[in-house]
């Protein structure tokens, strides 16, 4: 990822994520990680059945990674890893939500300003009036 898409103003949203998910042959399905106590949306991933599995059997959030298809167990490397409270699925049982308990200090990968992982991965807004513009929450 470039410094520029993480942590710049304007706005690149990727439209053909999901095509390129489908170019992997991996079957997944869209998983919503929430703060269990502050309803806060943490992330978007995708969980296969193999990431499902590891969830409930760790108790922490595991994901399918869709661009290095392979098992991304969330912290691992980092130590900002999701306790899992919960593990819901929607009525057409095509995504899945994670209600979670962050432990370290966030659960996204980029660093604010003071250096910290950030709580979440959505830290910025689209200015409604230019519409085309980010900025940060």
């Not at 392979?70 to 409270?85: M, V, Y």
Request: charged fraction near 30%; proline fraction near 1%.
């Amino acid at each position: 990822m470039s410094l520029d898409l993480e942590e710049g103003n304007d706005l690149q949203l990727d439209f053909s994520k999901l095509k390129k998910i489908a170019a992997t042959e991996s079957d997944v399905l869209p998983v919503v990680v929430q703060d269990a106590d502050s309803g806060e949306v943490l992330i978007l991933a995708y969980a296969n059945e193999k990431a499902l599995h590891h969830t409930v059997e760790s108790g922490m959030a595991t994901f399918w990674s869709t661009s290095r298809n392979e098992l991304w167990i969330k912290g691992k490397t980092s130590g900002d890893w999701l306790k899992i409270e919960e593990v819901r699925v929607n009525c057409e049982q095509n995504s899945l939500l994670y209600r979670v308990t962050p432990q370290g200090q966030g659960s996204c990968h980029t660093k604010g300003k003071d250096g910290k992982a950030r709580s979440g991965c959505y830290y910025r807004k689209i200015d409604l009036e230019n519409g085309k513009e980010l900025k940060f929450c």
